[in-house]
């Protein structure tokens, strides 16, 4: 059964009102179904990739694709040379669940250690950033 158009704006304006909420309960069913959730996830991860073994091969060969993933490995090098210094989130200062963020991939030494919550953020100012410039964000 597909919603309507006014149970949709029903939809969105409860979720407006009550994101707070609504992410709480995810991440409280989140912790309380950990070992569940990472089951089910690699259970469908494996199911997807048989599925589409030949786009996953192809993927994996893509010039860009195998620029990105040099470009990782060298940052992640660098990283395990580095580490002994005391590393943090360049926002928020944390030390765990660090990250590499990588705004534009021609300009590999051009990297910033995020922790994986402000790297997440830092992904989503960007997709608005293009959405604003491509016309094409929704408010």
Same mark, same amino acid.
Request: charged share 45%; proline share 1%; with cysteine.
């Given at each position: 059964m597909k919603a309507t158009e006014k149970q949709k704006k029903g939809f969105k304006k409860y979720y407006k009102e009550n994101k707070e909420k609504i992410n709480e309960q995810g991440r409280e069913y989140y912790q309380k179904n950990k070992e569940k959730l990472k089951r089910y996830s690699r259970k469908y991860n494996r199911i997807y990739r048989q599925k589409h073994k030949d786009k996953e091969r192809a993927y994996q060969k893509t010039p860009d694709r195998r620029k990105k993933q040099a470009i990782r490995?060298?940052? @992640?090098?660098?990283?395990?040379?580095? =580490?002994?210094?005391? !590393?943090? /989130?360049?926002? %928020?200062?944390? *030390? *765990?669940?660090?990250?590499?963020?990588?705004?534009?991939?021609?300009?590999?030494?051009? !990297?910033?250690?995020? %922790? *994986? *919550? /402000?790297?997440?953020?830092?992904?989503?100012?960007?997709?608005?950033? =293009?959405? !604003?410039?491509?016309?094409? @964000?929704?408010?």
């Open positions: 490995d060298f940052t @992640r090098e660098l990283y395990r040379k580095e =580490k002994k210094k005391k !590393v943090k /989130c360049l926002l %928020c200062g944390n *030390k *765990k669940d660090l990250e590499f963020h990588h705004s534009d991939y021609d300009k590999p030494k051009k !990297v910033i250690i995020l %922790c *994986k *919550k /402000c790297h997440i953020q830092e992904h989503h100012k960007q997709t608005e950033m =293009k959405e !604003v410039e491509n016309g094409t @964000r929704k408010d």
